[in-house]
């Protein structure tokens, strides 16, 4: 059977490779066809093949642990000529180059106008920006809080312009952004920083420009998650999440900018797995636990047709998150939930299974061919289906979507991580960030003409971002050139360890990750170990007569955790820099917000940023209080010799402008992601010592 089906697979392959001198035409058939048109000639099938959004999943086929898919291989190109899919949704292991994802892009389209409605597909991706990035050598800019906390809708609607510029270049039609959740629960353990604010206000005027910067260089918006994930407690990728408010209550709060978005003609809206306990009471018993649960919004009509739908006036197109998040896949049954979500006036499926083999393709089919039953039988309703294909098709007609020309890779080079893309993105990094205390001036350092720096931080992937930032300011004057500094990286280690590298500086700067509120917890034997040795190095350097710079690079709220820190600036994203960024060459993507906090503390930029979130206070096991410690709109200036308090997030002062270019000094890292989970590996502790724009691989001292 296998052997067959290698056969079809290559004689379909085969078929592809000499059809496409026909595309082209086939390609300007469908975009001079109306909408009508093309539904009327569409099978039931074929219409629920447009509904669906399919991953490219490491494929696995003789090879447990999968390999990235680069490029389609011959049973995934006949898997989607042989069907008529609405769209595909790449992640970053798809996107290893800029050739390469162009070549990527424009085979996925080529397979799909070879297939028998010869529809292009949405391309789409979760560029968010910040913490959530695919484009491996693009620019992932700063992050939606950070763009709150700078305040500045022009820089939100030019970050919006970086990131549809660069993805567009690459055949990426459809960014799944922005994220409009407002964010008002610190516990929070999968929106956080990526909301704008706790403020639905800031949310709304931030999400807006957002909608327009894409949309302006012609990219298709995802506005999520509907009706609202950011007063969560539970990641709905690892649960089924709920909120226990009432319709009143979200109407003042989480649907605010949804009906911005609504206004501001967003093209598609993502619905969340979060059940809304007084909102949809109808259940469905789980296929896991065997216990009752309530629809989630992604399957109730409620919330998808009453409230999106008829109340906020909304008649475009609908997707679901992903259908394999195990709030979905671990409670209902695929076929089921896919008819409840197209019954509730959903569009689009997104990802409904893994496709890593050949056994997922035939899996996938039966799928495709259940649904269509269901549709026939009349358990689905077939005008809801066609309503949403005809929506489908709209928005692909209106953005030139059927009109497809293959992007080009010379011109995706010139865009995607250029120079310029990079030097806004940190500039714009640098607005935000928010000096949050500053006693006895600490802040901004003066180093003098042989300064010396003791810098910690707590992943292996931070290493080069001092360095880069000590050569780019170096060149410019504003630090001297014999200032040098001990980049540690820390994890593994006690604080005393570090005794003489603390007593040799004249700054510790120490950075604090915060992925979740077990960071917190320096009694959490798995997850508090940062805490522990924050603590430890605080009173360490303040024995030794040393001021402690904390830099809260992640989630803000860690800012009341370490009180005792001489001064705090807040970053809002921990992206680092795993390789030096490389004049004139394609080089790996790096985070803007460390850097703009390294030269903030340097004195090469004023902070204007405020707080766009209430920072509350913690209690001594580390939970957060009803106490807000910072508020909203929070945030300290330097002034001369003087440091003022703004407290108001609409406040903005001119930072120094930046344009010297990077040092090409590079280092190894193999460091993991933190935000994954996962721990990096034991590793020899790594110092630079840098004179000049050179780092220099130096002992630790005793």
């Known amino acids: 059977m296998r052997k067959i089906q290698k056969i079809a697979s290559l004689l379909s392959a085969a078929a592809v490779a000499l059809s496409a001198v026909s595309l082209t035409a086939t390609a300007a058939e469908s975009s001079e066809k109306t909408v009508e048109q093309m539904l009327s000639e569409m099978t039931t099938e074929q219409k629920i093949e447009q509904m669906m959004m399919i991953t490219l999943r490491p494929w696995s086929d003789g090879n447990d642990e999968g390999v990235s898919v680069t490029a389609l291989n011959d049973e995934q190109k006949r898997f989607i000529v042989e069907h008529n899919f609405g769209g595909v949704c790449l992640f970053a292991d798809n996107i290893q180059s800029t050739a390469q994802t162009v070549a990527l892009t424009d085979e996925i389209q080529q397979a799909a106008l070879g297939s028998a409605c010869g529809i292009p597909m949405l391309i789409s991706a979760d560029q968010e920006g910040g913490i959530i990035y695919r484009l491996s050598t693009g620019t992932p800019t700063c992050g939606n809080m950070a763009l709150g906390a700078a305040d500045a809708p022009e820089l939100t609607y030019e970050n919006a312009k970086i990131i549809g510029s660069e993805i567009k270049a690459l055949g990426i039609n459809t960014d799944l952004a922005p994220v409009l959740d407002v964010n008002n629960n610190p ?232 120079a310029e893309h990079r030097e806004k993105a940190l500039q714009i990094a640098e607005k935000a960030i928010t000096l949050i205390k500053n006693d006895g001036d600490v802040l901004p350092l003066k180093l003098g003409e042989n300064g010396r720096i003791a810098f910690f931080y707590p992943y292996a992937n931070c290493e080069n971002t001092l360095p880069f930032v000590l050569g780019r300011l170096k060149k410019e004057g504003v630090v001297a050139e014999g200032v040098t500094a001990d980049c540690i990286w820390h994890r593994y280690h006690n604080a005393d360890e570090f005794e003489e590298n603390v007593k040799d500086s004249d700054a510790v700067i120490l950075s604090f990750e915060m992925y979740s509120t077990d960071n917190l917890d320096a009694s959490n034997e798995g997850r508090g170990w940062q805490a522990r040795f924050a603590d430890d190095l605080i009173a360490l350097a303040h024995k030794n007569g040393k001021k402690v710079i904390l830099i809260s690079a992640n989630i803000p709220y860690d800012a009341a955790r370490f009180s005792d820190a001489d001064a705090i600036v807040a970053a809002y994203c921990a992206n680092s820099m795993n390789e030096m960024p490389v004049e004139g060459a394609e080089s790996l993507a790096y985070g803007e917000n460390y850097p703009a906090a390294l030269i903030t503390i340097l004195g090469g930029n004023m902070p204007s940023g405020k707080l766009p979130v209430d920072v509350y206070a913690v209690d001594e096991n580390a939970v957060y209080t009803d106490e807000v410690l910072y508020p909203l709109g929070y945030g300290l200036e330097y002034k001369g010799e003087e440091t003022t308090t703004a407290s108001t997030a609409a406040s903005t002062s001119t930072s120094s402008t930046t344009t010297s270019t990077a040092s090409t000094t590079s280092a190894k890292n193999s460091s993991a992601n933190p935000n994954t989970g996962s721990e990096l590996p034991a590793a020899a502790l790594l110092m630079f010592t840098l004179s000049g724009a050179a780092a220099v691989l130096s002992r630790k001292k005793r």
């Open 187 to 418: 516990s929070n353990p999968i929106i956080n920083i990526r909301s704008f604010s706790s403020s639905a206000s800031l949310v709304s005027k931030h999400g807006a420009q957002y909608i327009k910067g894409l949309q302006d260089e012609g990219v298709i918006t995802c506005s999520k998650h509907f009706p609202g994930h950011g007063d969560t407690a539970t990641d709905s990728h690892t649960g089924l999440p709920l909120i226990n408010k009432s319709y009143e209550e979200l109407q003042t709060q989480e649907l605010i900018p949804f009906k911005m978005a609504v206004s501001s003609s967003t093209d598609m809206i993502m619905t969340a797995h979060i059940q809304f306990l007084q909102i949809e009471t109808e259940t469905y018993t789980s296929i896991s636990s065997g216990e009752k649960i309530n629809l989630p919004a992604t399957l109730s009509k409620t919330v998808i047709t009453d409230i999106l739908r008829d109340d906020c006036g909304y008649d475009g197109v609908v997707s679901t998150d992903s259908m394999m998040m195990d709030a979905i896949q671990k409670n209902f049954d695929i076929v089921d939930s896919a008819a409840l979500a197209i019954n509730a006036d959903v569009d689009i499926i997104l990802e409904p299974m893994f496709i890593k083999s050949s056994d997922d393709i035939t899996k996938m089919e039966k799928y495709i061919t259940d649904i269509a039953a269901r549709v026939e039988e009349g358990d689905i309703s077939g005008e809801t289906v066609d309503k949403s294909v005809a929506r489908i098709l709209r928005m692909k007609k209106e953005r030139g979507i059927l009109d497809y020309t293959a992007p080009s890779a010379e011109e995706a080079q010139k865009t995607v991580g250029s």
